[in-house]
């Protein structure tokens, strides 16, 4: 049985990427949705026209990845595509944000992603495809958005260096960086800040941010970047010194709202 496996399918990214999987690619047989909400996951089974096997399990613990383990174990599928798109944001300076918030992001975007890229690889056939959700924060460091923006390069680092490991294999792993994207996303986000306006002026519509990420991850793209502006930002990253471009930031305004940094 070849399968797709998708986390964080209940909303947002993962979830479009699920359905455009079916739309697209007729070989899949049945996808594996894993997300927190059992009821985001039964909808979603009536957007995708294979079966649709749920998996409603917090992948930051130990318990809920054992349990991915014991299904790969026991189907043995091949796993022709695995999407990584679980993960969470907090706007906020690190002195004002929960621990328990700046943990949660860690864990979920970093550790989690890890640990079920490792699950999975030894179910997945030559010349399948990794997709690992990172974002255009991954690029620069972004106070205000401290560990997010560090656990997002973190996905591009850890990506990149997989893709490398896997090259004999013909396994392609693609971090897909788009810059804000019109998710539940940023309604989290900014339960604890407020996004910037020249943020909300780019934001992408999600289902021609997947449809990119796919068309690269199919041609074997180790970077997918949707739309000239986060094109042109990443570019900027790589020409000027972070801190000329932080100071440029600060200057319009890029921290929440009634605070600074120094």
């Given amino acids: 049985m070849m399968i797709a496996v998708v986390t964080g399918a209940t909303s947002g990214m993962g ?23 059992a009821d985001r ?5 009536r957007s995708i026209g294979v079966p649709v096997r749920a998996f409603a399990l917090d992948l930051t613990g130990e318990e809920g990845r054992q349990v991915l383990k014991n299904a790969l174990d026991a189907e043995k599928p091949k796993v022709k595509f695995l999407v990584n ?10 002195e004002n944000l929960p621990v328990i918030q700046q943990a949660g ?8 992603l890890a640990a079920v890229t490792a699950l999975v690889l030894p179910f997945m056939p030559d010349n399948s495809r990794i997709i690992q959700y990172a974002s255009s924060a ?56 407020e996004i ?8 992408a519509k999600p289902d021609r941010v997947v449809k990119k990420a796919l068309r690269d991850s199919v041609a074997g793209r180790e970077l997918s970047i949707y739309g000239w502006t986060m094109k042109a930002f990443c570019l900027l990253t790589k020409l000027l010194p ?3 471009i932080l100071d440029l930031m600060e200057r319009i305004e890029y921290a929440p709202k009634g605070s600074r940094w120094d």
Avoid at 15 to 37: H, M, N, P, S, Y
Avoid at 105 to 111: D, H, I, R
């Fill in 15 to 37: 979830r479009e990427t699920a359905i455009q999987l079916w739309e697209q690619f007729k070989g899949i047989d049945a996808v594996w949705a894993i997300g927190r909400r």
């Fill in 41 to 45: 996951l039964e909808e979603l089974k």
């Fill in 85 to 94: 798109a679980a993960g969470f944001g907090k706007i906020g300076l690190a």
């Fill in 105 to 112: 992001m860690a864990e979920l975007n970093c550790a989690a």
């Fill in 138 to 193: 991954a690029f620069l460091p972004q106070p205000g958005f401290a560990v997010y923006a560090a656990s997002k390069a973190f996905v591009l680092s850890y990506s990149r260096a997989l893709n490398r490991e896997l090259k004999g294999r013909r396994i392609c792993v693609t971090a897909v960086c788009p810059g804000p994207v019109k998710t539940e996303f940023f309604d989290i986000a900014q339960t604890t800040g």
């Fill in 196 to 203: 910037p306006l020249y943020k909300q002026l780019v934001m």
């Fill in 242 to 244: 972070h801190r000329l």
